[in-house]
């Protein structure tokens, strides 16, 4: 098994017409990812690289049963497309569009809230189940099947996490990167979760960022909930204090955000955390061994 | 984006929220003019895009006319240190001069995001003034926060909650709910990332007024508003940051000597966190971004070198959407155009790695190859050695 994609994944690509829109459907398509249709408003009824293009992504549904969607959307029209998916019957959709107003997705959120829906993203790699599916802008060939589940907040660092897993002989489940935008769907809990309760899953690599307090409120669910061991890094343990503007962010997140603090706590938590960006595969091995000198 | 206090005012009062009396000098004379206006007793501050300028010395109570030329004179001479600029300060090309207003009470007011709830919220406390987080870190019970649900928005009676709180009472009460439903307008229509008010206060005559304003717009909500962009004051920004920011390229100038191009955010950090590991100093932050194209990589390695720091380049790309043979490429060019013959270190992994590799190794230039990581940074500290 795995998390949120496999091989059964009918996938709708919204914004298929558009530059990257199509080359990323094309790369996911080659990794084996079954594409059944692409919406483009005004474009419906063509073809494109034999794909069915679609008006609306009802209609997609209607006729191919996708069941996800990947979204490529620009950021003007990106939540309007997210709430459609949403509409629609969509179980998961991946929104891998930068640059989303947060206005926009303020509503989007709330208005997807209690539906049956995913959203991962937005601004994010996207979600790989190694030699199943790729929904996403992730080179394929890093990745390597296995019992791993990865989740990060970063793009590229989740790439470079994934290759020294895969060279330390470490696959991977699935891999989902959440996005690092002050909004997104999924956050490092809800996917925790999925791996906690997903048997293929053994341990999970966590990539963590300077700013906000997700690491710290994950961290905490760690301890209380997790049955898996989890190693994780942190990027920006050397990032100089930033100019800023006034005190409300300060206000809210209690002077949460700093690397140290993200490390300490995951350590307090359990948590192997990665000394260097060069060491994440070994982290992952660490605690995958601590964990099983436990068991016995 | 950062805007003014002065601009941040111009919009509270666009939107009925009552601000002092002022002027925006440009020279100490203006400063001059302009305290004659306002009677002769007024407040002279330094406009920066940062606080804590009141006990950086960058904020006044003068009496004379000549007295707020001097301070003109003093403040646009020097760069202003706060514990928000970082130790390089921030030049003062604006001042704002304004009218002296007796304070009876001070309050703090903000409207921000809560990436959390992923709403916005709103936050005050009777204990207005510069030591507001200290307030929220030792007594959170004098702080109030309210989160907004989008749906219904801000409604009166959570505003009037608020001010109640604050200890508002009678007709003021009643101008404080108004003034918080037009703030909240005001965060909305603007695409505010933080509107803040701090200290909001009444007046020994009775009324409230915004002494202090800041906001920050949300730079994804740019294309709704295209007259921001005219109100950056480019004295604030790091030149090379401009330069940056006109190839959607983020870059952030650091101290040492090795100058960083890397793909991603992420990636970026945590190379500047491993070249410190091996001893070496990061020159500056630079992310090319998901979708550079050879432009794009071409400008970032011409920012990189305008820095005169810079005495050697590690390049840290992770090819996911970048094909390396494009990156290899825009190096070559502009490294060519400018006759860079500093050593270069490309630590490239992705599609067409291997294209990439071979077009670098036969440009000619002083350029290796990085494995991974660990290799490239410590191949580049090296060579710096």
């Not at chain 1, 769907?185 to 963590?208: A, H, R």
């Not at chain 1, 990032?239 to 140290?260: F, Q």
């Not at chain 2, 304004?98 to 992923?118: G, K, W």
Request: with cysteine; net charge negative.
């Amino acid at each position: 098994m795995s998390i949120l994609l496999n091989k059964d994944s009918k996938i709708v690509v919204q914004g298929i017409t558009g530059r990257s829109g199509l080359f990323h459907t094309q790369q996911c398509r080659d990794y084996g990812s079954h594409i059944v249709a692409g919406v483009t408003p005004g474009k419906g009824g063509i073809h494109i690289e034999g794909i069915p293009v679609f008006n609306t992504v009802e209609e997609a549904v209607h006729y191919t049963q996708a069941n996800v969607s990947m979204i490529f959307v620009p950021p003007p029209g990106a939540a309007d497309a997210i709430l459609e998916a949403a509409d629609a019957g969509i179980e998961l959709a991946v929104c891998i569009t930068e640059g989303i107003p947060i206005r926009d997705m303020v509503l989007a959120k709330r208005i997807i809230e209690g539906k049956k829906m995913r959203l991962v993203g937005p601004n994010c790699p996207g979600v790989i189940t190694p030699d199943e599916c790729k929904v996403g802008i992730m080179p394929g060939y890093i990745h390597k099947r296995g019992t791993i589940g990865v989740v990060s907040r970063s793009g590229t660092l989740t790439y470079e996490a994934v290759k020294q897993l895969t060279e330390a002989g470490l696959g991977q489940s699935t891999c989902v990167g959440i996005g690092g935008d002050p909004i997104i769907g999924m956050k490092f809990i809800d996917v925790l979760d999925l791996f906690n309760k997903d048997p293929e899953t053994e341990g999970v690599f966590m990539i963590g960022e300077i700013g906000g307090g997700a690491e710290e409120d994950a961290a905490h669910w760690i301890r209380e909930n997790m049955k898996k061991p989890v190693a994780a890094f942190i990027a920006g343990v050397t990032a100089p204090p930033g100019k800023r503007m006034g005190h409300a962010g300060a206000i809210i997140t209690g002077g949460k955000g700093k690397a140290e603090d993200k490390i300490r706590t995951l350590a307090e938590c359990g948590v192997t955390v990665a000394p260097s960006p060069t060491r994440m595969g070994e982290a992952m091995l660490e605690a995958l061994q601590k964990a099983g000198r436990k068991k016995k | 984006m950062n805007i003014h206090e002065y601009q941040a005012k111009e919009i509270l009062n666009a939107y009925g929220i009552p601000v002092p009396r002022g002027r925006v000098a440009l020279t100490a004379d203006q400063v001059e003019r302009a305290a004659k206006m306002m009677g002769g007793r007024c407040v002279v501050k330094a406009q920066i895009y940062a606080g804590g300028r009141g006990k950086a010395g960058g904020v006044k109570l003068v009496h004379h006319p000549e007295q707020a030329q001097e301070l003109g004179k003093e403040l646009f001479t020097k760069r202003l240190v706060t514990p928000q600029t970082g130790p390089e300060g921030l030049r003062v090309r604006r001042i704002l001069v304004e009218e002296a207003v007796e304070i009876a009470r001070e309050f703090y007011l903000s409207l921000t995001l809560d990436r959390e709830t992923s709403r916005y919220c709103l936050i005050a406390s009777a204990e207005g003034g510069v030591e507001i987080e200290e307030v929220a870190a030792k007594s959170p019970d004098k702080i109030h926060i309210l989160t907004i649900d989008p749906f219904t928005g801000l409604r009166p009676y959570q505003a009037r909650k608020i001010a109640l709180a604050l200890g508002l009472t009678g007709s003021v009460c009643e101008d404080c709910v108004e003034l918080i439903l037009n703030l909240y307008r005001l965060c909305l229509e603007k695409d505010c990332f933080l509107v803040e008010v701090n200290p909001l206060v009444v007046t020994k005559a009775g009324w409230l007024m915004a002494m202090d304003a800041k906001i920050n717009f949300d730079d994804n909500a740019m294309f709704r508003h295209r007259e921001y962009p005219d109100m950056l004051d480019y004295s604030q920004l790091d030149t090379l940051e401009i330069n940056a920011g006109k190839y959607d390229l983020s870059y952030i100038k650091l101290q040492g000597n090795i100058g960083c191009m890397v793909n991603g955010a992420g990636l970026a950090m945590a190379t500047l966190d491993v070249l410190k590991e091996f001893g070496g100093e990061p020159a500056n932050f630079l992310d090319v971004g998901g979708g550079a194209t050879r432009e794009k990589v071409a400008e970032a390695f011409k920012i990189i070198l305008q820095d005169s720091d810079v005495k050697g380049i590690f390049v840290n790309i992770f090819g996911g959407i970048m094909r390396c043979d494009v990156i290899a490429q825009g190096i070559i060019e502009a490294a060519s155009e400018v006759h860079c013959t500093f050593p270069i270190v490309v630590r490239m992994d992705g599609s067409k790695v291997e294209e990439g590799k071979q077009l670098l190794l036969e440009s000619g230039l002083n350029v290796q190859i990085g494995e991974n990581l660990g290799d490239g940074a410590q191949r580049i500290v090296k060579m710096l050695g």
